[in-house]
């Protein structure tokens, strides 16, 4: 007996951009088709997956590993290449899968082969030995409307090649997202069951505009709530599992938020949307392309981005070593800054910080109590409880005024302090309003 399976969507937001040059079909390259004729040959295209798994579960005081019985889940699938039997899917169909069945429309079965998964996309590619085989095209995503109607193509409940009809309901959701996973869904009140996971969601002119992935029901079926993973998404994680059976994430270095309409207007940006750079990670692409804390994102590579979202998706399929040509707004001026990803397992360059090794610092300036004056100072934001700094007594929301009685105005002029030679130092701190002194003795004397 077929067990329909689906779970909902959950991953693990690292900032990745990379936009392959492929084929999408945009959405004035097909005349309109009768729905009926559309679906008819699409349908040929959207493949059953069942999958077969072996269950376990820890017993025991010592938790051993005992082997329950087998089941079998279901789900869907997209032909992506009708010559060399690729078919995409959702990660979450295909995860720790034994036997792997696929189940064309005219009733022939393939045991297929996991070609590459990637499971902060929940998108997957497998591979089937056959002939004779219907691919759809996949539409460009950023040409998709609210409102527009669209079909889902999959196998509810084992129910294979079911149609259910209905509109785009939204764009941009990252509702179902945590801040390192999957975000700027396609949202669509066209019915989504369990085992339609990995389907299409299909627009009027048999174009792929989505990879159905998740719902939000309250029990197990549909209340007109499902979202799709946008097709130009899709479409180059699903390229980059063939070239290298993983997604190869690159790294620009930025922490970002959205903009919003006061900022723009303090800022004096000429729109609301985009993406406000609030950090840049030392020594990261960014850093080396001199972007800044107050740059606005307007567009990477000419894809605009409109959110965070999109930039994180955007970043996410980009390999290392890759270009990118970054339209920003600074300081009310439009720029161009050029950038190549670096790689998310490449070591940043750090530095031993003599005495403070293990904090968190950031430049910061106060109003003194009771005045107009302004002070500089270093905040303290973290502190490494096995730190030297902790062990003198030094806790996160210190502000250090001075290092050996001279004041100190900026990091770098802390860092130089730092590195001079001596065997302790006296910090002047401001904790909770209040001045505080302390001494920080050298790893090497406190070894003596």
Known sequence: MLVPYYRRLSFALTIILFIPTLSLAGSHSAPAQNIQSMIAAVKPAIVNVSVIRQNHELTGSAKALRQLDKTMTVGSGIILNKKNGMIITNAHVIDHAQLIIVTLQDGRRFVAKIIGQDNDFDLAV???????????????????HVGDSVVAIGSPFGLTETVTSGVVSALNRSALSSVDGLQDLIQTDSSINM?????????????????????????????????????????????????????????????VQDNTGKLAKYLHFDHHKGVLISEIIPNSAADKASLKPLDLIESVNGYRVEDSGELHNLLAVTPPEKPLTIRIQRAGKKMTIQAITGSPDEKLQTH?????????????RRILPGSDIISDGILISGVSPSSSAALAGVVPGDVILSINKKTIHSLKELINMLHKKQDQLM???????????LVIESEAKEAK
Do not use: C, W
């Open 126 to 144: 497998i591979h089937i030995n056959a002939k004779h085989l219907t691919s759809i095209p996949f539409a460009n995503s950023s040409s998709v």
């Open 427 to 437: 910090l002047t701190l401001n904790r909770s309003g209040q001045a505080f002194f």
């Open 352 to 364: 031993t910080l003599p005495f403070l090794n293990g904090t968190t610092l950031r430049e910061t």
């Open 195 to 255: 085992g339609n996971s990995g389907g299409g969601l299909i627009n009027m002119k048999g174009q792929v505009i989505g990879i159905n992935t998740a719902i939000i029901t309250p029990n197990s079926g549909s209340i007109g709530i499902g979202f799709a993973i946008p097709s130009d998404i899709a479409y180059s994680v699903a390229l980059q599992l063939i070239q290298f059976g993983k997604v190869k994430r690159g790294f620009l270095g930025v922490i």
